[in-house]
């Protein structure tokens, strides 16, 4: 495979955004289909090998100092939301190529000293004040 020039790797890049913002709806998580008993000796999930009380669907995820949160979803909600999982592992794989792409464009990229263009901002350009002896104020 050829390296990419610049120009077709910003392209790219754009073509991936235009990606991203085509997603829709997402969200993290997963959601899992349980069963229960309900602890009733004399209901029909009390005897052996009757899977008990459901389907009920909860939708569960990470949250940073949380732990894990979690709800549960309403029979109309279940293929909703599990469209939603399923589109941010769409969004998650299309960051990673985004990530991967800008890592090119910015190696591709001439370094600050190279091309005047690409200096940082702040950074001067030209040649530096020299000191004729002198300490700098204070």
Same mark, same amino acid.
């Given at each position: ?24 709806? *997402? ?29 009920? *669907? ?32 769409? *969004?998650?794989? =299309?960051?990673?190529? =985004? ?18 263009? *690409? ?20």
């Amino acid at each position: 495979m050829t390296d990419l020039s610049l120009l077709e790797l910003e392209a790219e890049r754009d073509r991936l955004y235009a990606q991203l913002s085509a997603v829709g709806d *997402f969200r993290r998580g997963s959601v899992s289909e349980n069963y229960r008993k309900c602890g009733k000796p004399n209901c029909a999930c009390a005897q052996p090998g009757h899977p008990g009380h459901g389907p009920r *669907f909860l939708w569960t995820r990470s949250a940073r100092g949380r732990g894990t949160v979690g709800r549960q979803l309403a029979a109309g909600e279940v293929a909703k939301v599990r469209r939603e999982v399923g589109r941010h592992a769409e *969004f998650a794989a =299309i960051c990673e190529q =985004i990530a991967e792409v800008n890592e090119k464009i910015c190696e591709a990229r001439p370094a600050a000293g190279t091309d005047p263009r *690409f200096a940082p901002e702040g950074e001067k350009r030209g040649s530096a004040r020299r000191s004729r002896g002198r300490k700098p104020p204070r």
